[in-house]
């Protein structure tokens, strides 16, 4: 259901980031973001894509153009017929985790065999799931802005 691509030709050459530079140079993991790179050459621009890290497991759905750091990360794109975003659900469904250090991807994940809905099916699955997330984000930053302003009304109080 998905091709996977070795990420030899985007890793970064340097790992000295700035905030002042375009790129992002991206990891699997909580992270997701290590920093931003002022390479030009070896950036991943061939549209959406998930990103696996082949030793944690851990799965990002990726939206721009970017470099990583390891070459563990597998670079994953959807087949013909295949909603690259369902997929990237599908992953997160499974809840994936490694208890070794190892190589994953090729000796577990790849030959997986799941029964697929018709990719219209898929689109409205995945419309479902990205509404659903936009309406996660959004409450999550309500409760970071309620936060700070119950945090900023105590400073006030106990001045």
Do not use: W
Not at 44 to 66: E, S
Not at 70 to 87: E, G, H, P, R, W
Not at 127 to 142: D, F, G, K, W
């Amino acid at each position: 259901m998905l091709n996977y691509e070795q990420p030899t030709e985007y890793l970064v050459s340097s790992t000295e980031y700035s905030d002042n530079y375009k790129t992002p140079v991206l990891t699997a993991n909580k992270a997701f973001i290590l920093g931003y790179t002022d390479e030009v050459n070896g950036i991943y621009d061939k549209g959406n894509c998930i990103i696996l890290d082949d030793f944690t497991m851990d799965v990002k759905y990726v939206t721009f153009p970017f470099k990583v750091k390891s070459s563990a990360i597998k670079i994953l794109t959807s087949k013909q017929d295949v909603d690259l975003y369902f997929m990237y659900e599908y992953l997160l469904y499974l809840g994936l985790v490694s208890e070794e250090h190892k190589r994953h991807y090729i000796s577990e994940i790849e030959p997986m065999s799941i029964i697929c809905p018709p990719l219209p099916k898929q689109r409205q699955i995945s419309n479902v799931l990205r509404a659903l997330e936009i309406q996660v984000e959004s409450a999550e930053t309500y409760q970071d802005l309620l936060s700070k302003q119950k945090q900023y009304l105590l400073n006030q109080m106990f001045i």
